[in-house]
């Protein structure tokens, strides 16, 4: 079984350090319930992959400042409505970002094509 199906829906868990971490346990817990090695160790490099930027199986809830699947949804509209807005708030800054480079590429070009003599 892949470790996205057992772990895209984990419901938001802490991780400040290793003897102390939720998320490690609850890791833990799902591959032992599962028959899969179930180390401290292997719950480590589980999260570890999990949190990889290319698999993104397990997200960093910036509204909670807790680790959960990519695919968790919360029960309380009150959070999901807060998730939403950080999303939002992520989404205009990117916007404003490619908005000005925008600006500035078509302003070299302009400037580019006042410089060269026409035909």
């Not at 609850?26 to 930027?53: G, H, W």
């Not at 960093?60 to 807005?85: A, F, M, Q």
Request: contains cysteine.
């Amino acid at each position: 079984m892949k470790l996205r199906t057992l772990f895209d829906k984990m419901p938001p868990q802490a991780h400040s350090n290793l003897q102390d971490s939720d998320a490690l346990k609850y890791i833990q817990e799902v591959l032992q319930a599962n028959n899969l090695p179930a180390t401290a160790e292997d719950a480590l490099k589980a999260f570890a992959s999990m949190r990889n930027i290319r698999s993104q199986v397990l997200v960093y809830d910036t509204s909670l400042h807790k680790w959960r699947g990519c695919l968790w949804v919360p029960n309380d509209p009150v959070h999901g409505i807060g998730e939403v807005s950080v999303r939002l708030d992520r989404l205009e800054k990117k916007m404003k970002r490619l908005e000005k480079i925008l600006r500035k590429t078509i302003d070299a070009i302009q400037c580019d094509s006042r410089l060269t003599p026409a035909n």
